[in-house]
């Protein structure tokens, strides 16, 4: 059975930074593509950012480039997100989600973890 | 980036009945090398990570009820529930992954009636 359990999430004043940990199990983790979706309160889906399973790919959403980081541990079968001078707007719900493949990112989110909670307040 | 919109934002269907959300996206999904339409279907309950239900735009999902069925080509898309159940209240969100960002519809709301 595939698990993927995010950790990291908390409360943070504007500016600060986070980083999400997503550990993960069930399955060949070098070999599928990784992704992190995020949920505001009440709201709808957003796509963040999505890594191959080499690590020699990654991707961002407009709204986070240039202060997020993916980075992927295939050694130690976890997911990471850095994210770094945090503003109101990335209060969500962080979900961490397998992909099908492991190079092609033009897929569907197949499996989701339960998601941490990121709160940006001062 | 490609504008994924749902229809209605809420539906309201009694026990038994047929649910059917649409989802209409800005450019068309179909991709004339494979014939493919690159799009997905989730449900989300309350206090849930979203669930796929749905690939390929009419592909179900292992495990998933075969009351669930999607349907559509190009840029016009349904999700039906047929014989709805107590379960399946929740939000239904379509999502392309024919470009990057891959994006989401706004999400529909399934409510008893």
């Known amino acids: 059975e595939v698990q993927l359990v995010e950790s990291g999430g908390g409360w943070v004043q504007p500016g600060g930074s986070l980083r999400l940990s997503c550990a993960s199990s069930?399955?060949?983790?070098?070999?599928?593509?990784l992704t992190w979706v995020r949920q505001a309160p009440g709201r709808g889906l957003e796509w963040v950012s999505t890594i191959n399973g080499g690590a020699t790919s990654t991707y961002y959403a407009d709204s986070v480039k240039g202060r997020f980081t993916i980075s992927r541990d295939n050694s130690k079968n976890t997911l990471y997100l850095q994210m770094n001078n945090l503003g109101a707007d990335d209060t969500a719900t962080y979900f961490c989600v397998k992909e099908p493949n492991s190079d092609y990112i033009y897929s569907w989110f197949d499996s989701w973890g339960q998601g941490t909670l990121v709160t940006i307040s001062s | 980036d490609i504008v994924m919109t749902q229809s209605p934002d809420s539906l309201a269907v009694s026990l038994g009945e047929r649910a059917t959300i649409s989802c209409k996206s800005s450019?068309?999904?179909?991709?004339?090398?494979?014939?493919?339409?690159?799009l997905a279907w989730y449900q989300q309950k309350p206090g849930q990570p979203p669930k796929l239900l749905i690939y390929w735009a009419s592909t179900r999902q292992s495990g998933v009820p075969d009351r669930f069925s999607g349907g559509g080509s190009g840029t016009d898309f349904t999700l039906t529930i047929n014989s709805l159940q107590a379960e399946d209240v929740a939000v239904y969100y379509c999502?392309?992954?024919?470009?990057?960002?891959?994006?989401f519809g706004q999400g529909t709301k399934v409510e008893f009636k």
């Open positions: 450019q068309s999904l179909l991709y004339n090398s494979n014939k493919k339409n690159y």
């Open positions: 999502q392309q992954y024919y470009d990057t960002p891959r994006t």
């Open positions: 069930g399955f060949t983790f070098s070999k599928h593509v």
